[in-house]
């Protein structure tokens, strides 16, 4: 049975409806936080509310359904959070979208462009600001970011500067943060089981000759990771034994890009 440490802790997580975020909500309830859940897919985060209430009765979970691109939104699901759970203690921002450019750099869609941009990056900073507004002294908050962020890809321009934003911004927040204890970190994925890795593969296919090759023939380790051994890397940024490490973006890719 895993080790409660986390009881008595409140968290948000972002993108909690599936994948990574899906896998760190089941994660860290297993722990004993309380969870404040926001996806804009309602009915698949409200099942999974219903599944923790009924697994962790002594937690409290509250799942809201929120476009994190909308900064009155992220700010009311923030201060609800804070009066349904108390101050935050961490936060888990993973909520993403990708939009394929498959007819290249030179046709890039204005209203895709804008879209991603909205949610990956503008919507981070909406919930990181909200997040520190509320969040208790030596909290920790953890934004994906994407191996994307770190080297470019045909067909994923806009993923990839806005990934690559995320780890600006998280620099720039750990250092603002550093003065209250508060630590901002960053998570690089790489191919994770994921129905978003379904649509990179494919639009990295349609740019690119090589982009048919199975995605995990390109890592050393020979296959994609699972949600959940993304969900553990957040667990260990969001918890005491990485109180030292603060402004990090941390790649979990399989050493695609050792």
Known sequence: MATKYLAGKSISITGAA?????????RLA??????????VSGPSLNALKDELRAKHTTSHFHATTVDIGA???????????????????????????LIPETGG????????????????????????RAQLG???????????SSMGGLVGAPGLAAYA??????????????????????????????????????????????ASAQGGKSFSATVPLERLATPDEVAALIEFLLGHDSKYITGDTIRIDGGALA
């Open 18 to 26: 599936s994948g990574i975020g899906r896998a760190t909500a089941l």
């Open 30 to 39: 297993e722990r004993g936080a309380s969870l404040a859940l926001a996806d």
């Open 71 to 97: 900064s009155l939104a992220v700010t009311k699901w923030i201060n609800d959070t804070e009066a349904q759970l108390g101050p935050l203690h961490g936060a888990a921002n993973i909520a993403g979208i």
């Open 105 to 128: 750099f030179s046709n890039i869609n204005d209203e895709d462009w804008s879209k991603v941009i909205r949610t990956n990056l503008t919507g981070l900073m909406y919930c990181i």
């Open 134 to 144: 509320v969040m208790a002294d030596h909290g920790s908050i953890v934004n994906a």
């Open 161 to 206: 500067a806005s990934k690559a934003g995320v780890i600006s911004i998280t620099r720039s927040a750990a250092k603002d943060a550093a003065t209250r204890g508060i630590r901002v970190n960053a998570i690089a994925p790489g191919g994770v089981e994921t129905p978003m890795l379904n649509t990179q593969v494919e639009a990295i296919a349609a």
